[in-house]
């Protein structure tokens, strides 16, 4: 098993940047594949960046390239997204996921990651 919590979350303006963190314990962590998604009001789940086991490929949604990155620090056992330049329409739970077979890469279905956090709370006003 492997526990995700993310943290970061937070109300600010349109411009604004935050970062979120995933802290994942538990099995080897250092192995899996990991993602971000985000749900909105009334909306599915969607995906927003995924990060191989190693860090060296990354994949990106089309409404967040230029503007998010996603990395991770293996001796944390923590993913990050830094969010830059949010818009209003990026608000929504940001929930980050784990995939413990990792290939192929990407995977941006909800079906390919076994293991979830609780989400956490991105705000962002006009």
């Known amino acids: 098993q492997v526990q995700l919590v993310e943290s970061g979350g937070g109300l600010v303006q349109a411009g604004d940047s935050l970062r979120l963190s995933c802290a994942a314990s538990g099995r080897t962590f250092s192995n899996y594949a990991m993602g971000w998604f985000r749900q909105a009001p009334g909306k599915e789940r969607e995906f927003v960046a995924a990060?191989?086991?190693?860090?060296?490929?990354?994949h990106y949604a089309d409404f967040v390239k230029g503007r998010f990155t996603i990395s991770r620090d293996t001796a944390k056992n923590t993913v990050y997204v830094q969010m830059n330049s949010l818009k209003p329409e990026d608000t929504a739970v940001y929930y980050c996921?784990?995939?413990?077979?990792?290939?192929?890469?990407?995977?941006?279905?909800?079906?390919?990651?076994?293991?979830w956090g609780q989400g956490t709370q991105v705000t962002v006003s006009s």
């Open positions: 996921a784990a995939d413990p077979r990792g290939w192929p890469f990407p995977k941006i279905s909800t079906y390919a990651y076994d293991y």
């Open positions: 990060i191989t086991w190693n860090g060296v490929n990354t």
